[in-house]
């Protein structure tokens, strides 16, 4: 697509803001998109068709909706996997869409496993020219159709949980990479406890992506403030960043705040 995006080009802007808006609403529709571009139906229809050939989404009767991943294949039928992948979708959309905007053309970044990083993923601005450093087998899928995007997947054990890669081999791949940002995905925050994991495996590999990175910022919706799970990551001390939702009450955010955190609302 980033062969589109020149400023002259009518088309490529119309791609732009109909990639932005399904990642922001989870679909489009044709008679919107024609009224809001001032274009007949059958020109927004061919910029789907295209948008689709490239990958960038799926086109259903009247509009479209994003692209999901054969990776998700096999969990079609999961009730518990799309109930984790829904839960607080639209904070978590806005999220992603907020953490991409920080990212600069030509760095290198990493990201953890979890729903909220996926769309980080999946929010990543077309033309982003950034290299990916990541743990995570579906987050090397999801770019597998971007040329404008350079990954790295680390090699381990792959766990259940979230399709994560852990374990020393990980960990001896991810510390050979330094890299301008991280975004971290948590079970839980807390200003007392730092950053918390569920599984012990996933925060040790975490442990090391912290370290490498210039920057270090929290992608977590607001249900995850102030909970503490059962490994820790890292100190709160060693965060500069928490994107969180406009559902983060400011009892939830102060202690974040005190602590010279800079918080994010999206």
Request: hydrophobic share 45%; aromatic share 6%.
């Given at each position: 697509?980033?062969?589109l995006l020149t400023?002259d ?6 791609a732009?803001t109909?990639v932005?808006k399904?990642?922001?609403?989870g679909?489009v ?6 009224a809001l ?5 059958a020109?927004v229809?061919?910029d ?12 259903t009767h ?5 692209r999901e991943?054969?990776?998700?294949e096999?969990?079609?039928?999961d009730s ?8 607080n ?5 806005r999220?992603?869409?907020a ?5 600069q053309?030509?760095e ?16 990543l601005r077309?033309?982003a020219?950034?290299t ?5 087998v579906?987050v090397a ?23 994560s890669?852990?374990g020393p081999?990980?960990t001896?791949a991810?510390s050979?990479f330094?890299?301008?940002k991280i975004f ?6 807390d200003?007392q ?10 925060a040790a590999?975490?442990q090391?992506?912290?370290r490498?990175?210039k ?8 249900t ?11 100190p709160i ?10 559902g983060a009450s400011e009892?939830?955010l ?9 918080v994010l609302?999206?």
């Amino acid at each position: 697509m980033s062969d589109l995006l020149t400023p002259d080009n009518a088309a490529a802007v119309r791609a732009q803001t109909i990639v932005e808006k399904l990642l922001h609403t989870g679909t489009v529709a044709v008679d919107e998109l024609a009224a809001l571009f001032g274009v007949s139906v059958a020109t927004v229809r061919r910029d789907l068709m295209e948008l689709e050939q490239r990958g960038w989404l799926r086109r259903t009767h009247g509009g479209a909706v994003p692209r999901e991943p054969l990776l998700y294949e096999p969990f079609r039928y999961d009730s518990s996997f799309h109930e984790q992948i829904d839960r607080n979708l639209a904070e978590k959309r806005r999220i992603g869409l907020a953490a991409a905007a920080l990212i600069q053309p030509g760095e290198i970044i990493s990201l953890t496993a979890g729903t909220t990083t996926t769309q980080v993923t999946r929010s990543l601005r077309p033309g982003a020219n950034v290299t990916v450093v990541t743990n995570t087998v579906n987050v090397a899928m999801e770019l597998s159709h971007r040329n404008d995007v350079r990954v790295f997947v680390t090699g381990g054990f792959l766990t259940g949980g979230w399709f994560s890669l852990v374990g020393p081999a990980t960990t001896q791949a991810l510390s050979q990479f330094f890299v301008d940002k991280i975004f971290i995905g948590v079970n839980g925050i807390d200003a007392q406890k730092g950053l918390t994991s569920l599984h012990p495996e996933e925060a040790a590999v975490i442990q090391v992506m912290v370290r490498q990175a210039k920057q270090r910022i929290v992608v977590a919706d607001h249900t995850k403030l102030g909970t503490v799970a059962s490994s820790l990551i890292c100190p709160i001390t060693d965060i500069h960043q928490l994107i969180t939702d406009t559902g983060a009450s400011e009892a939830q955010l102060a202690p974040f705040r005190e602590l010279g955190i800079e918080v994010l609302l999206a």
